[in-house]
């Protein structure tokens, strides 16, 4: 399984960005997708995740700001990023977690991260 992440780059704070992240290869079907985000020196944490039945959860400080949403048919992932803040400034990372086959375990893939840069 690939994760190809895409939609990183600069903005000014006040700005948008919006991050896909598409999966390839074997897969059965995939259950929660995400992303996460990791600073330097710094533990990574959960920016937000989406079920397969489109439920959704956000990390506190991105609440009210980000918005996440997938497409199955097309095994993507994206987050549209708004009213960013030079803190949001940080390497971001996509997740899946997928079966490979019917009724086979559960496994964890990341993405290469893709790094949003914000001034201010």
């Known amino acids: 399984v690939q994760l190809q992440a895409s939609g990183g780059g600069s903005v000014q704070a006040g700005g948008s960005l919006r991050l896909s992240c598409a999966a390839s290869g074997s897969i059965f079907n995939i259950d929660v997708m995400g992303w996460y985000r990791q600073a330097p020196g710094k533990q990574r944490e959960l920016v937000a995740a989406?079920?397969?039945?489109?439920?959704?959860h956000y990390g506190d400080s991105v609440k009210d700001r980000f918005i996440i949403g997938r497409d199955n048919a097309e095994n993507t992932v994206w987050l549209q990023m708004n009213s960013l803040k030079p803190e949001d400034a940080v390497v971001y990372y996509c997740t899946v977690n997928v079966r490979l086959v019917r009724g086979g375990l559960r496994y964890t893939y990341w993405g290469q991260g893709t790094l949003v840069t914000v001034s201010s």
């Open positions: 989406i079920s397969s039945e489109g439920e959704t």
